[in-house]
T-cell receptor, first 114, second 117 residues
Framework: GENVEQHPSTLSVQEGDSAVIKCTYS??????FPWYKQELGKGPQLIID?????GEKKDQRIAVTLNKTAKHFSLHITETQPEDSAVYFC?????????????FGDGTTLTVKP | GAVVSQHPSRVICKSGTSVKIECRSL??????MFWYRQFPKQSLMLMAT?????????EQGVEKDKFLINHASLTLSTLTVTSAHPEDSSFYIC?????????????FGAGTRLSVL
């Protein structure tokens, strides 16, 4: 089955700096890669996603890049703000799984210091 | 975006009792819903896939008789933790991909914090 590794497990940045979180996956058939933000005591919220036919996607301060050959994808947050502090999860899913059944990374705790 | 409502948000119960958690898709239909369990500072662990009108599919190691799942309509799935024990205390989260969605987009509920005394 699919295996997703996420790094780093914790990340601390100064407000205004950029943050980068990286994930690798093992199943070359995976074709959908979402990123979720989870605040304390809440469910994960989809913040951005990318499909395998695209190399990069951007939404305001958030961007995701995908390297299919190397099987890794990254989340980039620019101009970080204290409210970006949360746990971020990457995930991967593919055509051989039930629609929506994703494999999640272990999460990255991002702390943005004011 | 699509909204998934999960209820209750928190429940405290005595050991041996059963607890039911509801997951509703408010503005879309979901033929499939997922149930996850999350321990503190850990990732989401998929417990089972709930299928409307048919039996749920459980992940390896998850007891079917312990965690009963019912997906009676296109907008509601329930998870019942039967004869709960302290080791069942956890954060339970449901998610639903809108029916017909080409991508595996999941919308998550807010989660249910279960504490078994």
């Amino acid at each position: 089955g699919e295996n997703v590794e996420q790094h780093p497990s914790t990340l601390s940045v100064q407000e205004g700096d950029s943050a980068v979180i990286k994930c690798t996956y093992s199943d070359s058939a995976s074709n959908y890669f979402p990123w979720y933000k989870q605040e304390l005591g809440k469910g994960p919220q989809l913040i951005i996603d990318i499909r395998s036919n695209v190399g990069e996607k951007k939404d305001q301060r958030i961007a995701v890049t995908l390297n299919k050959t190397a099987k890794h994808f990254s989340l980039h947050i620019t101009e970080t703000q204290p409210e970006d502090s949360a746990v971020y999860f990457c995930a991967a899913s593919g055509p051989n799984t039930n629609a929506g059944k994703s494999t999640f990374g272990d999460g990255t705790t991002l702390t943005v210091k004011p | 975006g699509a909204v998934v409502s999960q209820h209750p948000s928190r429940v405290i119960c005595k050991s041996g009792t059963s607890v039911k958690i509801e997951c509703r898709s408010l503005d879309f239909q979901a033929t499939t819903m997922f149930w996850y369990r999350q321990f503190p500072k850990q990732s989401l662990m998929l417990m089972a896939t709930s299928n409307e009108g048919s039996k749920a599919t459980y992940e390896q190691g998850v007891e079917k008789d312990k965690f009963l799942i019912n997906h009676a309509s296109l907008t509601l799935s329930t998870l019942t933790v039967t004869s709960a024990h302290p080791e069942d205390s956890s954060f339970y989260i449901c998610s639903a991909p809108p029916a017909g969605t080409p991508r595996a987009v999941q919308y998550f509920g807010a989660g249910t914090r279960l504490s078994v005394l």
